[in-house]
């Protein structure tokens, strides 16, 4: 019989393997999450209030590579452990990354594939809500074991409003969103039907809680856009 964390890491694997979808991936979160960019740069400052300037920062949920793109351009002095599941997307990393995979190491796995550490820092961007809640409150509790006293950590995913009247209206948002940025409208509408069929997307508020029973006492709201939030912590 599987455990919930091997069917939340089967699941996000099989949404990662797909030729098409990796091939589309570079343009699909700017599509999806509004001021995508914007919430790379915010990480970034978020992070540098207490890195060094020769920061090893801990990047789980890797694959693709946009937030090590972003993160490596604005603090060349930074290096980088990323770690993904899924090979296809860390092979998609390294071609976005191009030459600053130089201050890149990259690993297939999951948090307990990761390196020990201590980090300066860490960031999980647009990957905890694959996981389901307690498999959710262990990643990011290894993440803040890997970290030193003090490291920031800046995580943002998915997370709305679970009421039953609230529900659908932010789904709805978050489709039109996507659909006026100019997403496949066949897309939009899956990709709609699989969070409304999920079980795992929660309220905000818990997210903010499993966070601090992770040891992220201090977690606080910085990013909020539709149905995606970012909060900024310390270990």
């Known amino acids: ?20 979808a990796v ?24 992070l540098a209030e207490e890195a060094p300037e020769d920061a090893r920062v801990l990047v789980l949920g890797a694959g693709g590579g946009l937030e090590l793109k972003a993160l490596s351009d604005a603090h060349p002095g930074w290096r980088f452990v990323g770690v993904d599941p899924a090979g296809p997307m860390l092979d998609l990393a390294r071609e976005v990354l191009g030459p600053s995979m ?19 820092a860490a960031v999980c961007l647009l990957t905890l809500h694959f996981l389901a809640p307690d498999e959710r409150r262990r990643t990011a509790g290894e993440i803040h074991r890997r970290l030193k006293p003090g490291a ?12 039953a009247s609230e529900r659908g209206t932010w789904l709805s948002r978050y489709a039109a969103f996507a659909l006026a940025s100019g997403a496949d409208p066949e897309q939009v509408s899956g990709a709609k039907a699989a969070i409304e069929a999920s079980d795992i997307a929660l309220d905000p508020h818990h997210d903010e809680d499993l966070l601090r029973e ?22």
């Open 1 to 20: 019989m599987k455990t919930s964390t091997e069917d939340s890491n089967s699941r996000f694997l099989k949404a990662f393997q797909d030729p098409q």
């Open 23 to 46: 091939a589309q991936y570079v343009e699909g979160p700017r599509r999806y999450v509004p001021g995508l960019a914007d919430m790379h740069r915010m990480t970034g400052i978020l």
């Open 102 to 120: 130089a201050r890149v190491d990259l690993v297939q796995g999951y948090i307990d594939d990761a390196p020990e550490g201590p980090f300066d």
């Open 152 to 163: 920031p950590f800046v995580a943002a995913h998915c997370s709305f409003p679970q009421g």
């Open 214 to 235: 992770a040891g992220f006492a201090d977690a606080s709201l910085f990013y909020a856009a539709f149905t995606w939030r970012g909060w900024a912590a310390h270990a």
